[in-house]
């Protein structure tokens, strides 16, 4: 079977045509190959979806424009400079999506070439090969198979991460934009990982020599929580204070210079971070929460980073889990801001018109029950968390930007996403099949939502249910990491695409 990618970057323009299964992390080597992605109307596997694609002191702590417990994403800056559109289709038979020139070759991502030999170069081709050699995988017990693009392929990749990866962690940089982990809201993920990838003695070298990827360890969300003038609508600031860090960095050490940033990467949940690291960090492997094609998010070299929603850092773990599929008595639900222009489209056609369609704005707030402190409190919060808990499907719909928690919110809590984000890459998509436990909706097409959950039959329901819990695994933060959780799939997928992106001298 064939998909059509179509990838239209800022700095170039490449189209291919019919990419063989083979050629994207699958093929018939065992498990799911690439599949196109289902959306609305047509809701069986063939259908698709298409996505439209120094002076490093510490400053002066100047206030934010938003709140660290905003449960969205905040607008753009008037004066972010952006980047030419975008766009990533994947087309097939009953595509939604227009039509792309037809060229047979495959799409290439500019890497530039080592200055200068390194025996990690060989390493990394050597990786490759194995890679894409994979012996089949059969009966595997702790990976389930129709969840990945090619389950054989990510299992031999992430062995070969095991045993080969080595991470050079710069230690240059003062607090708090630098090494001051953020482990609580909606920006966590990228402290977790810093936070897990400092301390990590399986991975980390101090050797440069012997280094693979070099880690940036700057917060997005401190960088703009210090940095920004509130109300400003401008951070050039914070674009020089990144500029002062690759300066300071390439003055003193050759790593950055041997490979122009190609074998760095950084991890940036902040819906920012796509725009102020988009040139001076252009070469680098970028993992971001705001994974939008259209914005300048790479196809094939950067990451998608899931957004994670931590509550209590001390516990990531607390309230997992949800009801049975089978008491699971709404079919969906939504609730949350009107941030951007779609989330006012879909309480329009559908708050409180359907009383199998829980969608809200701000979750109505209830009192507390019972006795001594916490009586008469408010706990909408509760609420919310209990609502996805007993729903089917939860509605995971783009605010300010394509990204949303609700994502890991919902396998959280084993409710099947519904995700309506055109321009959206999910998380971890070079490995997972999302078509096997989630739901695509076009934006244009939420008049029709109801009908669109409807027609998935309750057995198709059942299994993809059971398939968000078996994937979930992939998306939790441990105290200590374990293995195939979200610290180590993360981490597999920035070591995944720069082993297909390594080039020798």
């Known amino acids: 079977m064939s998909v059509l990618i179509l990838i239209h970057s800022a700095r170039n323009l490449i189209t291919a045509s019919f990419i063989q299964r083979n050629d994207i992390m699958g093929g018939d080597s065992g498990g799911v190959g690439l599949s196109p992605i289902p ?36 607008p753009a800056l008037d004066k972010i400079e952006k980047p030419a559109q975008s766009s990533l289709n994947t087309l097939g038979e009953n595509s939604s999506g227009v039509d792309v020139p037809k060229e047979n070759k495959k799409p290439e991502i500019p890497t530039p070439r080592p200055r200068w030999s390194s025996a990690v170069d060989q390493e990394m081709l050597y990786a490759r090969s194995q890679i894409e050699n994979a012996p089949l995988l059969k009966n595997d ?97 914070l674009i020089q204070y990144l500029r ?45 929460c705001n994974s939008d094609v259209k914005e300048g998010f790479v196809f094939g070299k950067d990451v998608a980073l899931p957004e994670t929603y931590v509550l209590s850092p001390q516990n990531p773990l607390r309230a997992i889990g949800g009801k049975p599929a089978s008491q699971r008595s709404i079919l969906a639900f939504f609730a949350g801001r009107m941030h951007g222009y779609l989330r006012p489209i879909l309480l329009h056609h559908w708050e409180n018109k359907d009383p199998d369609m829980k969608i809200f704005g701000q979750m109505p707030m209830v009192k507390g029950k019972g006795k001594g402190k916490g009586k008469g409190k408010r706990k909408g919060k509760m609420d919310y968390i209990q609502h996805m808990k007993s729903s089917k499907y939860c509605i995971c719909a783009k605010g300010y930007e394509v990204n949303s928690p609700r994502v890991v919110e919902a396998i959280f809590y084993e409710c099947v996403p519904v995700i309506i984000s055109d321009n959206f890459v999910p998380p971890f998509f070079e490995i997972l099949n999302w078509e096997s436990f989630a ?67």
């Open 244 to 288: 002062n860090y690759v300066n300071l960095i390439s003055a003193k050490h050759n790593f950055w210079n041997r490979t122009e940033g190609a074998d760095h990467f950084l991890v940036a949940c902040h819906d920012w971070a796509p725009a102020e690291t988009r040139i001076i960090m252009a070469n680098c492997i970028r993992a971001l």
């Open 39 to 74: 959306v609305s109307p047509v809701m069986d596997l063939s259908s698709n979806i298409t996505l439209q694609g120094a002076n490093i002191s510490t400053p002066i702590t100047i206030h934010s424009n938003s709140s660290s417990t905003d449960k969205d994403a905040t």
């Open 141 to 237: 017990h702790e990976l389930y198979a129709p969840l990945y693009r090619n389950v054989s392929r990510f299992k031999r990749s992430y062995e070969l991460m095991e045993e080969t990866l080595k991470v050079y962690v710069y230690k240059e940089g003062q607090r708090p934009i630098l090494h001051e982990p953020v482990l609580k809201g909606i920006y966590a993920s990228e402290g977790w990982f810093m936070k897990q990838l400092e301390a990590n003695k399986q991975f980390v070298t101090k050797d440069s020599r012997k280094a693979h990827l070099f880690y940036l360890p700057f917060s997005s969300r401190m960088l703009e929580e210090t940095l920004y003038v509130q109300n400003s609508h401008n951070h050039k600031n």
């Open 439 to 505: 739901v695509f909706v076009l934006e244009k097409d939420i008049p029709n939502l109801k009908n669109i959950l409807l027609s998935i039959s309750e057995k198709r329901y059942r299994r993809m249910q059971m398939r968000v819990k078996k994937v979930q695994q992939h998306f939790l933060w441990h105290p200590q990491p374990v293995k195939y959780d979200i610290f180590h799939m993360l981490l597999h997928s920035i070591w995944y695409n720069r082993v297909f992106l390594a080039r020798a001298r």
